[in-house]
């Protein structure tokens, strides 16, 4: 099983649309879980980070289920600008639990937003 | 808004070359990454940095491969004699705490 796994998409949506993302992870140990976007050739920018309880900023929420090891993504009133590939990502700690550590990346999925 | 910042931006090398990448991480971090990026594929850690002394590499991160802080504000990552298959985009990061921040990457190309 993939460490952290995503929809494969693509994802093609008109704007305005609501898209919504979802990963899974194998190691029960991840510590911490956010999402990135990516550009295309460009690096991984952090979108936001995730927590059991939710979070929400401005058009996007996340949640994270640690029961089912699960992670989602939402997008609402989606602009042409969002597009992107969005990459589900997984923070685990070493070993001794010290290391502020190693991020385990998804492999994405490519949102397109079009007029 | 401070940033972590890579030179070069785009590096080309024969196969069998030693190649250096620099990055410049954000000053008041204290944990310093190598990440990955092959062409298509997903991004892949190799080595995290902390207190002068590497923290955790990857099964990718062998003896070819090597890091240093020289200084108070450079991060390098070197690659003694490099192979076809190194060729990818090579990621920098830093951190306080859990949230790392990259910077705009080294497109590497063996040939």
């Known amino acids: 099983r993939k460490e952290v796994e995503q929809d494969p998409g693509p994802f093609n949506v008109p704007e305005g649309a609501t898209v919504a993302f979802n990963c899974t992870y194998s190691n029960s140990a991840s510590q911490s879980f956010f999402w990135y976007r990516q550009d295309c050739r460009k690096e991984p920018k952090l979108l936001m980070s995730?927590?059991?309880s939710g979070n929400e900023d401005g058009r996007f929420t996340a949640q994270l289920n640690r029961a089912s090891q699960y992670i989602s993504l939402l997008i609402r009133d989606s602009k042409l600008s969002d597009s992107a590939t969005y990459l589900c990502v997984v923070l685990s700690a070493n070993a001794g639990g010290t290391s502020y550590g190693k991020l385990t990346f998804g492999q994405g999925t490519i949102l397109t937003v079009h007029p | 808004e401070p940033e972590v910042t890579q030179t070069p931006s785009h590096q080309v090398t024969q196969m069998g070359q030693e190649v250096i990448l620099r990055c410049v991480p954000i000053?008041?971090?204290?944990?310093f990454y190598w990440y990955r990026q092959i062409l298509g594929q997903k991004v892949e850690f190799l080595v995290s940095?902390?207190?002068?002394?590497?923290?955790?590499k990857s099964e990718i991160f062998d003896d070819q491969f090597s890091v240093e802080r020289p200084d108070g504000s450079n991060f390098t990552l070197k690659i003694r004699s490099t192979k076809l298959e190194d060729s990818a985009m090579y990621f920098c990061a830093s951190s306080t705490y859990n949230e790392q921040f990259f910077g705009p990457g080294t497109r590497l190309t063996v040939l």
């Open positions: 000053s008041n971090h204290l944990y």
């Open positions: 995730v927590y059991s």
């Open positions: 940095f902390y207190n002068n002394e590497i923290s955790e």
